[in-house]
C-alpha cells in the first residue's frame, strides 16, 4: 500500500485565509520533508522535520512520528503561495525519499 | 552556488527509440537520485547513487538504466522508449542522513514519447 498519504489532494483559498495541509506515513521513518513546487517548475525544500514543531515566516510544520502523521500550517495566504506541496519520508536508512502524492494549493486574490 | 543541472529540458522521443536524460551537480554530493512525476503518482523513485560508480534500483526501476561514472554526473537512460515513460523527470543530489541539509532538485526534464 501507498506509504505516504496527502490529503487535501486539492484546496482553494481566499487570500488571507489559512490552510493545513496533512500528511499520514505508514512505515517507520528516519524524517519528514515537506516541499514547494511551483505550477511547472523544481522543488524547493521547506522544512525538514524529523519530528516536533518548526517554524518559517507564515509556515509551521509539526510532526508526531508515534502518531505517524506530519502537517503544515500556511497562515495568512498570498495568492504567490500558490502551487504544490508535497512531503516525503526519508527511510530508515537515510537512503532515500518516499513522496505523497502533494496537495494543490490556489489562493485566489 | 550549488546546483543540479539537468539537460535536456525537453525532450520528443520516438517508441523504440533510446532516450538519455543528464544530470550534473556541484554541489560534492554522494547522494543523487532520478524521480518521475506524474499526475495522481507524485514524484517516484527510479534509480539512485551512493557514489561514483555505484547505482541502486529505487520502486520504479524497470525500463530504466543509470549510469554514475563520477561525482558529479548521474544519467538516465531508457533503451526502448514507450510511450508510458512519457512524464516529467527529476534529478537530485543530497545527503538525506544529514539532517541540516535538504536535497537539491534540478528543473526537470519533460519527455514526451510518441
Known amino acids: 500500500g501507498q506509504q505516504v498519504q496527502q490529503s487535501p489532494a486539492s484546496l482553494v483559498l481566499q487570500e488571507g485565509e489559512n490552510a493545513e495541509l496533512q500528511c499520514n506515513f505508514s512505515?517507520?521513518?528516519?524524517?519528514m520533508q515537506w516541499f514547494y513546487q511551483r505550477p511547472g517548475g523544481s522543488l524547493v525544500s521547506l522544512f525538514y522535520n524529523p519530528s516536533g514543531t518548526k517554524h518559517s515566516g507564515r509556515l509551521t510544520s509539526t510532526t508526531v512520528i508515534k502518531e505517524r502523521r506530519s502537517s503544515l500550517h500556511i497562515s495568512s495566504s498570498q495568492t504567490t503561495d500558490s502551487g504544490t506541496y508535497l512531503c516525503?519520508?526519508?527511510?530508515?536508512?537515510?537512503?532515500?525519499?518516499?513522496f505523497g502524492g502533494g496537495t494543490r494549493l490556489t489562493v485566489r486574490p | 552556488e550549488a546546483a543540479v543541472t539537468q539537460s535536456p529540458r525537453n525532450k520528443v522521443a520516438v517508441t523504440g527509440g533510446k532516450v538519455t536524460l543528464s544530470c550534473n551537480q556541484t554541489n560534492n554530493h554522494n547522494n543523487m537520485y532520478w524521480y518521475r512525476q506524474d499526475t495522481g503518482h507524485g514524484l517516484r523513485l527510479i534509480h539512485y547513487s551512493y557514489g561514483a560508480g555505484s547505482t541502486e534500483k529505487g520502486d520504479i526501476p524497470d525500463g530504466y538504466k543509470a549510469s554514475r561514472p563520477s561525482q558529479e554526473n548521474f544519467s538516465l537512460i531508457l533503451e526502448l522508449a514507450t510511450p508510458s515513460q512519457t512524464s516529467v523527470y527529476f534529478c537530485?543530489?543530497?545527503?538525506?542522513?544529514?539532517?541540516?541539509?535538504?536535497?537539491?532538485f534540478g528543473e526537470g526534464t519533460r519527455l514526451s514519447v510518441l
Open positions: 512505515t517507520s521513518l528516519n524524517s
Open positions: 537530485a543530489s543530497g545527503d538525506l542522513r544529514d539532517n541540516n541539509q535538504a536535497p537539491l
Open positions: 516525503a519520508l526519508v527511510n530508515n536508512a537515510g537512503a532515500k525519499l518516499t
